[in-house]
């Protein structure tokens, strides 16, 4: 491989000439200045690199300017943020100013002013040095160790860029250049490390290498000393492609394609001193080359210039931007001249961006586009998020190509689209799997009112920093009554929609009253987080629920579709109707959750049936209301996902006791102190996933439902089913009242049943026994405690493991539900069995909120609320009413502190208890000068340092077991800013997003 020497620049050089007593002992001496340590975070995902952290090496090239040469992946091409250590552990930020669009080489920035006690000096690059045997070293933090040296020798300088998928995902891949190996032995940290020979001099850059073998990857220097030419002129590489990718091949294969040495010669080829050709591997759809080369074609000159490798194309392509290169090829025997137009490779990377919530949205690289084979078209998805995109209907390889059906070829045209639509408006989106073009979906969408951010990012070219700015598509709906959306059609007029309606309620009028008023009661229901919140994340759900006042609007589901209090919720009636819900109360010891929707907004006569008043609540009130006997007979109506909805009768086959639904691994809801029935032959139906329990008169009796699934246990809970009886408590306050009724309260225990014939081991007697029997004739058992939750002050009334409770507020506790819930009453007066004795016991109970979450706080990476029920009753003490249970990867919180599931005490040295002090500190903290440097990023005015807005923090907290821990970390206020989102106290408040 030939190579261009370029003289060396006059910038201070770290260069010496060998004499008998320098050798390799005492190039790290040398060399020690010049290494840096790189701590990259990466808070957004976008294009070829995922969000997260990592250390890696870069070295500098000019002290003078304060220019750092590193990887592309460690600087990321999208928003990022740096710091650089150096030998004497002083930090500096850095400047992630240009990466190159394919090469994996970039070149950071510091402010040589800001360096103390340390005087650096640029390492040499020498590209025309590399020859096959050359001993070099690896100097760079390999494993993150500092200034670590690895050994070896350059063995192949022709070898073709390296794939680096791992186990089928998508990552970047270089093209279109050489790259050296070496067994080095290098792993993680030694991105970026510079590839020395014993003067010092560096001839190659470390990559990348092999996680089975000692094989490790070297990119040659011939276009990062191109590069850097021009980036300490200020000035932009220049950067020509074709859309192809060519590969190289020896002599001999080129020979088994027919061409020979001596006409390859006679065509203009060099062949003495070469180890072969390059040949083109791939060429994408619509892209200049296309047409004019072809797959196989053998490159022999381009510009009457002999191509042997890729220094040579790589320097005709750059310097014959918005013109054509003339190509003389070997194809099928002959030989052809071919004239390509070369573009400017800058505009086929992304550098803007659309951020819907957690979405991403940017054009198509070529990257991406190369990788899959396919045109350069559409709009990529990337980031997780559930709001505007569900997590289902498409993966990250799926590009939109439309939008109500007008084609989005980039982004602009997609951003002109979203300009014409509102929040709440329903969109369909067209999308392909660019792995699969065949593979293609239309899904209908909306984005909801509350988001976390809608913001537009493009990348400054004269910093390599990011400016945002609202987005002004997506405007706010107009709030006017009318008719819920039609949930399957694009466009419906509301004539239409009551029409369709009335048909099928007509055609529901055969069946009996009861079974047609349920029918329509079932409705479908989808959920999609704003955030994580209650020990739950950002994951889609959907499921079914039971309308139990059409009046009202109000619904009765299982926890596990609706247990995040942030979700979105849409409920479809029919799968006719569409209309918004709010989330009005959270159960905290069963798993049922409600929802509320405006009625308004259905049509009159469409939904006229009224269930509670008359078919739940009981005459005489909510406690007469008993719940089933096992060997009564019963009717399900079973919502599955294949067959709609089937009828079933059955009868109650039996009752059992549910301790726990989750391990003590995870934080979501965890329900215990429930009893639960089954039904004869289980659930037969086609895949039941929801059912509504009646008998025979139509009056709803419970919910047939799943239990939450344990997020380290992915075993199938099954359905069980949940007596009505259990909800009416909540039913009737969310009925009489707009307020959210946080009104369940416990004694902070866990029971469980204690059979008669063990239970004279513990003191009870026959007459205890026939006193429970009397209240539940098909009791054979007492109610023991089996843990206490919370301890609480030795002056405090409390139960006891091993205490039998006989009788809650004058009433014999025969059942779980006797005892598991109190509503209303600052204590319970009990008569229980102790120790052998029976005694009556006055024991305080205790408020359970939290699953009604009502404001959630992020800052530096972290979400913060008031602790949940379920982190109460595994905290050995409560520290604080701020707790963090979980933080977004490529954050601050998460390189600095990594704590989750504790209680946050004290930031930057100020206490901390409670959410409005967190607030108040997070915004005595937030940098003055955020909204400046935006503007200025956006004007692209240059920064000679790296430092963004932010401020260096320690975070004090608690951890569960109570253990303390203080970390310090640095903020980021332009990339991650502050927000919060708060709801009012009524059942129908939406959610505001507000920045701190």
């Known amino acids: ?74 600087m990321a091409p999208g928003p990022s943020y740096h710091k650089g250590t150096f030998f004497n552990n002083q930090e500096i930020h850095l400047q992630p100013h240009y990466y190159d669009p394919v090469h994996d080489f970039s070149f950071f920035r510091y402010d040589p002013a800001e360096l103390k006690g340390i005087v650096p000096v640029a390492i040499r690059l020498a590209p025309e040095k590399a020859r096959s045997g050359l001993p070099v070293r690896v100097i760079g933090n390999d494993s993150n160790e500092k200034m670590s040296v690895l050994q070896g020798e350059l063995s192949q300088l022709d070898r073709n860029a390296p794939n680096y998928n791992r186990d089928g995902d998508e990552c970047y891949k270089d093209f279109n250049t050489f790259y050296f190996q070496s067994a080095t032995s290098s792993s993680g940290g030694s991105s ?125 392509l750059d310097s014959s931007i918005g013109s054509s290169v003339c190509f003389r090829v070997f194809r099928n025997s002959q030989f052809v001249t071919v004239s390509v137009d070369v573009h400017d490779l800058h505009c086929f990377m992304p550098s803007k961006f659309l951020k819907i919530g957690g979405r991403i949205l940017h054009d198509l690289s070529i990257h991406h586009a190369l990788c899959a084979s396919v045109p350069i078209f559409g709009v990529k998805i990337t980031g997780s998020d559930n709001v505007f995109i569900p997590q289902r209907e498409c993966h990250q390889r799926n590009v939109i190509y439309a939008i109500n059906n007008r084609p989005t070829p980039n982004l602009e045209a997609l951003m002109d689209v979203l300009y014409d639509v509102r929040r709440e408006e329903t969109v369909l989106v067209h999308v392909k799997n660019y792995d699969d073009l065949r593979d293609e979906a239309v899904f209908a969408t909306s984005c909801p009112v509350v988001t976390l951010s809608t913001m537009v990012y493009t990348r400054s070219l004269a910093t390599g920093f990011w400016s945002f700015k609202d987005f002004d598509g997506l405007a706010a709906p107009e709030r006017i009554s009318r008719p819920a959306q039609l949930a399957e059609a694009p466009i419906a007029s509301d004539s239409a929609v009551v029409d369709l309606c009335r048909d099928m309620k007509a055609a529901d009028l055969g069946e009996k009253s009861h079974i047609a008023a349920i029918k329509q009661a079932i409705v479908h229901i989808d959920a999609r987080p704003l955030c994580p919140a209650d020990g739950h994340y950002r994951g889609q759900h959907t499921g079914c629920g039971l309308v139990v006042d059409a009046r009202r609007g109000l619904i009765v589901c299982p926890t596990d579709v609706v247990s995040n209090p942030t979700s979105h919720v849409t409920v479809t009636f029919g799968g006719v109707l569409r209309t918004p819900a709010t989330v009005a109360y959270v159960h905290p010891m069963y798993p049922v959750s409600f929802l509320k929707y405006d009625p308004t907004l259905i049509a009159d006569g469409l939904l006229d049936f009224t269930i509670v008043g008359s078919s739940i609540v009981p005459a005489d009130g909510v406690d007469a209301a008993k719940p089933l006997a096992t060997g009564e007979s019963i009717t399900v109506l079973f919502s599955t996902m294949i067959a709609g909805l089937e009828l079933a009768k059955t009868v109650v086959s039996g009752r059992r006791t549910i301790s726990s639904t989750s391990c003590g691994l995870c934080f979501n809801q965890r329900f215990f102190n429930i009893e639960v029935f089954t039904v004869a032959g289980g659930t037969t139906t086609t895949d039941p996933s929801f059912g509504a329990v009646c008998d025979d008169d139509g009056t709803i009796r419970g919910l047939y439902i799943g239990l939450p699934k344990c997020a380290h246990d992915e075993k199938h809970c099954g359905l069980v089913g949940i007596d009505i009886s259990l909800m009416l408590p909540i039913i009737t306050r969310l009925l009489g009242s707009d307020a959210t009724p946080d009104c369940v309260r416990t004694l902070d225990v866990e029971y469980e049943h204690l059979s008669f ?68 009453g600052d204590s319970a007066d009990l008569s229980i069995i102790r120790r052998g004795k029976e005694m009556a016991l006055s024991v305080p109970t205790s408020p359970h909120v939290g699953f009604n979450t009502r404001r959630v706080v992020f800052w530096a990476g972290v979400y913060l609320q008031e602790p949940h029920a379920q982190v109460i009753q595994q905290a050995t003490c409560v520290a604080s ?56 990023v956006a004007a692209n005015e240059r920064f000679s340092s790296g430092r963004m807005p932010g401020l260096d923090v320690t975070v004090g907290a608690t951890k569960l077991t109570g253990e303390k821990v203080v970390e310090a970390i640095r903020t980021n206020d332009h990339y991650l800013p502050a927000w919060q989102l708060t709801r009012g106290p009524c059942i129908e408040d939406e959610w505001v997003y507000e920045l701190l």
């Open 1 to 74: 491989m030939s190579t261009r020497s370029e003289s060396p620049s006059n910038a201070s050089v770290l260069h010496q000439e060998m004499d008998d007593s320098f050798g390799w002992d005492t190039l790290q001496d040398r060399l020690r200045n010049s290494i840096v340590s790189i701590s990259s975070v990466v808070p957004m995902d976008f294009d070829t690199e995922s969000r997260g952290g990592h250390n890696a090496t870069g070295f500098i090239v000019d002290a003078e300017q304060g220019i750092v040469l590193s990887n592309r992946h460690v």
């Open 192 to 316: 970026g490390s510079p590839v020395v020979d014993i003067e010092g001099d560096a001839v190659a850059l470390q990559a990348g290498g092999r996680a089975d073998t000692a094989s490790n990857f070297f990119l040659p220097l011939d276009r990062v000393k191109y590069a850097l030419d021009y980036i300490r002129r200020g000035a932009v590489p220049p950067r020509g492609t074709m859309q192809a990718v060519f590969t190289h091949i020896n002599h001999t294969d080129a020979e088994r394609r027919g061409l020979e040495r001596e006409a390859a010669v006679q065509e203009g080829a060099c062949i003495e001193g070469t180890t072969g050709v390059l040949i083109v591997k791939k060429i994408l759809a619509s892209g200049p080359a296309d047409g004019c080369l072809a797959i196989g074609d053998i490159v022999i000159t381009a510009n009457a210039t002999a191509i042997h490798g890729f220094v040579e194309l790589a320097q005709i």
């Open 757 to 824: 014939a063990k239970a004279g081991a513990y003191g009870a007697t026959s007459a205890h026994a026939n006193a429970v029997v009397q209240e539940t004739p098909d009791a054979r058992a007492f109610l023991k405690v089996t843990k206490v939750i919370k301890v609480r002050p030795a002056e405090t009334a409390q139960l006891e493991v091993g205490d039998i409770v006989l009788r809650a507020n004058g009433k014999t506790v025969s059942q779980m539900a006797d005892i598991a819930c109190f509503y209303g």
């Open 881 to 936: 009413q701020v707790h963090s249970f979980f933080y977004d990867a490529g954050t601050p919180y998460a390189q600095g502190a990594g704590h989750y599931d504790v209680f946050v005490t004290d930031v930057g040295g100020t206490p901390v208890n409670t959410l409005d002090d967190a607030v108040r500190v997070v915004k005595q903290l937030k940098s003055k000068t955020a909204q400046e440097f935006n503007e200025c």
